[in-house]
């Protein structure tokens, strides 16, 4: 999370220092966010997180990163398909997450997990690297049962 390539689509500039990340997802966090390191089995460094907050009864909102280092390996594909499994499970009946129009990757693995684009949101987020828009996509928990996701 300290490489600017892997923070570029986040909102904020990359982690400098092992506290500054760890501060930024402490467990006293209040904004109702919960998160979850993504580790290579039978190694301890975490390579990427999921997290996922409660907008509402019923719906949440995803988010996740991984290292520069290990994208397109699908370890951020598992880690995303077992949270959803996890939020649905537990009877959520919709799960968001929101993309920077630019951040092709991102779109392409909601898309491959049958995320449907929602939203465009124009002038969404100030950033590290500018005034950015927003895309939500949604994934309904009947699309998730019934296969028509992944």
Same mark, same amino acid.
């Given at each position: 999370?300290?490489?600017?390539?892997?923070?570029?689509?986040?909102?904020?500039?990359?982690?400098?220092?092992?506290?500054?990340?760890?501060?930024?997802?402490?467990?006293?966090?209040?904004?109702?966010?919960?998160?979850?390191?993504?580790?290579?089995?039978?190694?301890?460094?975490?390579?990427?997180?999921?997290?996922?907050?409660?907008?509402?009864?019923?719906?949440?909102? +995803?988010?996740? *990163?991984? #290292?520069?280092?290990?994208?397109?390996? !699908?370890?951020? /594909?598992?880690?995303?398909?077992?949270? $959803? %499994?996890?939020?649905?499970?537990?009877?959520?009946?919709?799960?968001?997450?929101?993309?920077?129009?630019?951040?092709?990757?991102? +779109?392409?693995? *909601?898309? #491959?997990?049958?995320?449907?684009?929602? !939203?465009?949101? /124009?002038?969404?987020?100030?950033?590290? $690297? %500018?005034?950015r828009d927003s895309l939500i996509y949604g994934l309904l928990a009947e699309e998730w049962q019934f296969g028509t996701a992944d």
């Open positions: 999370m300290s490489h600017s390539d892997s923070m570029r689509y986040w909102s904020r500039g990359p982690f400098i220092h092992v506290d500054e990340l760890r501060n930024y997802f402490a467990p006293e966090d209040t904004s109702g966010w919960k998160t979850w390191a993504i580790v290579k089995v039978g190694e301890d460094q975490a390579i990427g997180f999921v997290a996922a907050s409660t907008k509402r009864k019923g719906v949440s909102e +995803i988010g996740y *990163l991984v #290292a520069r280092e290990v994208l397109g390996h !699908g370890y951020g /594909r598992e880690a995303i398909r077992l949270l $959803i %499994g996890a939020l649905f499970a537990q009877g959520q009946r919709r799960i968001v997450a929101d993309v920077d129009p630019d951040n092709e990757q991102s +779109i392409a693995l *909601l898309r #491959a997990l049958g995320f449907k684009l929602e !939203g465009h949101l /124009r002038a969404e987020w100030e950033t590290h $690297i %500018g005034l």
